[in-house]
T-cell receptor, first 114, second 114 residues
Framework: EPEVTQTPSHQVTQMGQEVILRCVPISNHLYFYWYRQILGQKVEFLVSFYNNEISEKSEIFDDQFSVERPDGSNFTLKIRSTKLEDSAMYFC????????????FGPGTRLTVT | AQSVTQLDSQVPVFEEAPVELRCNYSSSVSVYLFWYVQYPNQGLQLLLKYLSGSTLVKGINGFEAEFNKSQTSFHLRKPSVHISDTAEYFCAVSQRNQGGKLIFGQGTELSVKP
């Protein structure tokens, strides 16, 4: 069964450093998402991406964040200058279409900012 | 704006007992409703979804949920749980005719004891 993969599984970085979290969505999917879950809190939407552009973003997704689909398979989330409060589990998801279609989630990348 | 409330953060239950995980939502527009499950160290997996039609929805692993529009609820039930059902369960909504952004509840940790 096809699945969404994410690398790395765990990333430790120092405050102020740039990080790139990588995701490989399911190959025929067209919609891509990033969510995050701070420890002990709910899963929060960050951004959705379709047709090579952001279709929606949350208030969390400020200028420090960016997304890119650099080739036909990868989908990346970049945090330009990490803060302590960026420490969280980051989930990538993809779906064939939007709305009623199931979003398939990756296993997540745990980001720890020290 | 939509919001989701899961009324129980933890639900302990004995094996083979029935269980109900509660979910209420708030929205001024029509929504799709979802239940996801997260096993330890894994991503979120779709259990079931309500799009329209019959208010009783059956999902994987013997779970079902009932949509109640008047009470704005979407409670998840299973008549007899197994040890393997121990996981975190998330209720989520997405707005119809929008880009598929999921709004999650806080999650309910189901702990099945022998």
């Amino acid at each position: 069964e096809p699945e969404v993969t994410q690398t790395p599984s765990h990333q430790v970085t120092q405050m102020g450093q740039e990080v790139i979290l990588r995701c490989v969505p399911i190959s025929n999917h067209l919609y891509f998402y990033w969510y995050r879950q701070i420890l002990g809190q709910k899963v929060e939407f960050l951004v959705s991406f379709y047709n090579n552009e952001i279709s929606e973003k949350s208030e969390i997704f400020d200028d420090q964040f960016s997304v890119e689909r650099p080739d036909g398979s990868n989908f990346t989330l970049k945090i330009r200058s990490t803060k302590l409060e960026d420490s969280a589990m980051y989930f990538c998801a993809s779906s064939f279409s939007s709305g009623s279609y199931e979003q398939y989630f990756g296993p997540g990348t745990r980001l720890t900012v020290t | 704006a939509q919001s989701v409330t899961q009324l129980d953060s933890q639900v302990p239950v004995f094996e083979e007992a029935p269980v109900e995980l509660r979910c209420n939502y708030s929205s001024s527009v029509s929504v799709y409703l979802f239940w996801y499950v997260q096993y330890p160290n894994q991503g979120l997996q779709l259990l079931l979804k309500y799009l329209s039609g019959s208010t009783l929805v059956k999902g994987i692993n013997g779970f079902e949920a009932e949509f109640n529009k008047s009470q704005t609820s979407f409670h998840l039930r299973k008549p007899s749980v197994h040890i393997s059902d121990t996981a975190e369960y998330f209720c989520a909504v997405s707005q119809r005719n929008q880009g598929g952004k999921l709004i999650f509840g806080q999650g309910t940790e189901l702990s099945v004891k022998p």
